[in-house]
């Protein structure tokens, strides 16, 4: 595994936009090209190299260290390769994105693998893991792919929710799968069951053991007490067909 | 040229066995107890593709650190002639065994291999519409909702060119001292992974010839020549002193695992009461792939 590793030189001063920097053709980048890529702090045209010191060569895989909770738009249209980020990212982490793997370690901000404005589908592909908490809207409009968040997760996760998983080990934040369609929204700890929901049954989905396992494979940091047990089974959202699910861990 | 261990003649012969496709299922339950009642109805009446359609066995007991979703579980290997038999049989029995047994999920044990034959996305229709799928770590899953709960099947299963019909023949003095030869050849082999023995235990009593004497439609009937009973009316190949003749048939992903099988079951069979190891062919002209006693057996004491 081959890459290189962008390490934040200094606090960023404003509102970042990160968007540009796994844009087509990120893995094949150099030091030097991957440097000229354009960010804008605040409304101020910048590149890459400004921000971040850069090392290691040309590959799949991308390592980003610092605080980067002002930074938006990390990952954005990922579609392959795995990108690491050491630190907190800021809105709309792993936007649009289809494909790969973007593992936070840290938090991060709202609109987590959401989709653009005026776009109908959010994350449609790859895994995108946050160790720590996420914002609200986590996974809005997702239509395949797998979003973990290993801390708590904000208001309206996976609001209108397509297909797709998004598990959270934590709590979820008020209007979870506010009009869900068919995704799963798998929750270790508490969330409220919101009124477009029915319950359905408690069981114990060998899918949740093998989405579990995979997580493992990941390095997410998974509860142990979450591996076994039964998950009542919600299904919602009543207007929009109930086919989508609320997996909540029981002990 | 001559060759014993221990006592026991090595025929200076070969098994002639064939290419098949072979798919690898692994399949997991909440406690062992259903993952072998899953895995013994999906294996069963798997012996030929004579009679069956399919030759199937277990291959090895999985531990929860070794299967896909952390539960006990099973590694099935399948096997039929043609490529287009497989998707056929599995959907059969994966349906018929697996999908029927509490518990179970059935995931695909071969998923590097290119070829892909479609199961789940067939046996989701029993779903009724209700089914839905999800991906995990870029493989597709089915989850069917079922009385007790739900099943998980993977959507496709690898396949690949395997071998089926490595085998080795125990000729004995006794009836007894074939079938502790067998066993301990069985028991030895069971270890192995790779490879699937077939029939009852293992073990096959009934060796066959192609065709019949009496029939034109009969594809194979019984081997004659290796009939202790038939010793005064046919051609024999059996020894003086041999009373009794059992066999293995090893399937396999490659040859070098039936080579390997072959040669570690042979020596656990070669003991008191054995006369010689022999091996079914039918003259090297229908099977490609040929396992020659002598040469595999060159490593052993």
């Not at chain 1, 934590?170 to 477009?196: E, T």
């Not at chain 2, 026991?8 to 072979?22: L, N």
């Not at chain 2, 009852?200 to 060796?207: I, T």
Request: charged share 20%.
């Amino acid at each position: 595994m081959s890459g290189l590793t962008l390490t934040l030189t200094a606090p960023l001063a404003a509102d970042t936009d990160l968007s540009a920097l796994t844009a087509d053709g990120w893995a094949s980048s150099t030091a030097a090209t991957l440097a000229a890529r354009p960010v804008f702090v605040g409304r101020v045209r910048h590149v890459v190299g400004e921000l971040f010191t850069i090392s290691g060569e040309p590959g799949d895989t991308l390592v980003l260290h610092g605080d980067l909770a002002r930074a938006h738009g990390i990952g954005a249209r990922l579609a392959l390769g795995t990108l690491v980020v050491h630190g907190d990212v800021g809105n709309g982490t792993g936007i649009a994105m289809s494909g790969g793997l973007l593992h936070v370690h840290g938090n991060a901000g709202d609109n987590l693998a959401g989709a653009f404005p005026g776009e109908k589908r959010g994350m449609t592909g790859g895994e995108l893991l946050v160790t720590g908490n996420a914002g609200d809207e986590s996974g809005a409009a997702v239509r395949r792919g797998t979003i973990a968040i290993g801390g708590n997760a904000g208001a309206r996760t996976c609001r209108g929710g397509i297909a797709g998983t998004v598990y959270v080990a934590g709590d979820c934040g008020a209007d979870a799968g506010l009009f869900l369609k068919r995704a799963s929204i798998i929750v270790g700890g508490r969330v409220a069951i919101p009124a477009g929901f029915r319950e359905a049954c408690t069981y114990d989905p060998a899918v949740v053991r093998l989405l579990q396992r995979r997580l493992l494979h990941l390095g997410f940091p998974l509860p142990a007490a979450q591996r076994g047990g039964s998950w009542r089974r919600c299904s919602g959202d009543a207007g929009d067909g109930a086919l989508g699910e609320l997996l909540l861990w029981t002990s | 040229m001559s060759m014993r261990i221990r006592g026991t003649e090595i025929e200076a012969t070969f098994a002639e066995a064939f290419t098949m496709r072979i798919a690898r299922l692994i399949v997991t339950a909440r406690s062992e107890r259903w993952a072998r009642e899953a895995a013994l109805k999906c294996t069963g009446f798997a012996t030929s593709v004579i009679g069956c359609k399919c030759e199937a066995g277990i291959e090895r007991w999985l531990a929860p650190d070794e299967t896909p979703d952390g539960r006990v579980g099973v590694s099935i290997l399948f096997m039929v002639m043609a490529k287009d038999d497989l998707p056929k049989r599995l959907i059969e029995r994966v349906g018929q065994t697996i999908l029927t047994c509490p518990t179970t999920a059935c995931y695909d044990g071969l998923p590097d291999a290119p070829d892909r034959v479609k199961v789940g996305s067939a046996l989701r229709f029993f779903g009724d519409g209700f089914q839905a799928s999800k991906m995990v770590g870029g493989k597709r899953y089915w989850r069917l909702p079922v009385m007790e709960g739900e099943f998980l099947v993977a959507e496709d299963f690898g396949m690949l060119k395997g071998i089926g019909g490595g085998n080795f023949l125990i000729l004995a003095e006794s009836p007894d001292a074939a079938l502790e030869a067998a066993e301990a050849a069985v028991d030895a082999i069971d270890p192995l992974a790779n490879v699937i023995l077939p029939f009852p235990g293992g073990v096959v009593r009934s060796g066959s010839k192609v065709g019949s004497r009496r029939s034109k439609t009969m594809i194979a009937s019984t081997n004659d020549a290796f009939c202790p009973s038939l010793r005064a009316v046919t051609k024999s190949e059996l020894p003086d002193g041999v009373n009794s003749v059992l066999e293995l048939v090893i399937n396999g992903i490659d040859a070098a695992a039936i080579s390997t099988a072959m040669k570690i079951g042979i020596d656990a069979a070669c003991r008191p009461g054995v006369v010689r190891i022999s091996a079914g062919n039918y003259g090297g002209k229908l099977g490609p792939h040929h396992f020659h006693l002598q040469q595999i057996m060159g490593g052993a004491a």
